[in-house]
């Protein structure tokens, strides 16, 4: 069983920078055979693309709300993804997923099949 476990969320004033990391377990993962998705949803609000990443690392994919704010990277070696975070602002106030497909990489929460149980960001004015 795939499970993916987020850690780094936490308050920050508008400004600042925090760095979520998405750790999947390995026994039966294959963590180098999964494309990386990191997704949000504030509260009231649909769940929402933020950034993914390809097997290799070698193509990523931003929404245009954090493009040039967020980097996403990945260590195959650790089993790891990350979402670096920066220039944050309060609307990017919300829980934090990471997301796992082995076949697809897109901007649909529909196409990955494993999920986080995510971490929360809160970023005050």
């Known amino acids: 069983q795939v499970q993916l476990v987020e850690s780094g969320g936490g308050l920050v004033q508008a400004g600042g920078s925090l760095r979520l990391s998405c750790a999947a377990s390995t026994r039966t993962f294959a963590f180098s055979s999964y494309n990386m998705g990191w997704f949000r949803q504030a509260p009231g609000k649909e769940r929402e693309f933020v950034a993914s990443i390809t097997r290799s690392g070698g193509n990523t994919d931003y929404a245009d709300s954090v493009k040039g704010r967020f980097t996403i990277s990945r260590d195959n070696a650790k089993s790891t993804a990350y979402l670096q975070m920066n220039s944050l602002k309060p609307e990017d106030t919300a829980v934090y997923y990471c997301?796992?497909?082995?076949?697809?990489?897109?901007?649909?929460?529909?196409?990955?099949?494993?999920w986080g149980q995510g971490t929360q960001v809160t970023v005050s004015s």
């Open positions: 997301a796992a497909d082995r076949n697809s990489v897109t901007r649909s929460v529909r196409t990955y099949n494993y």
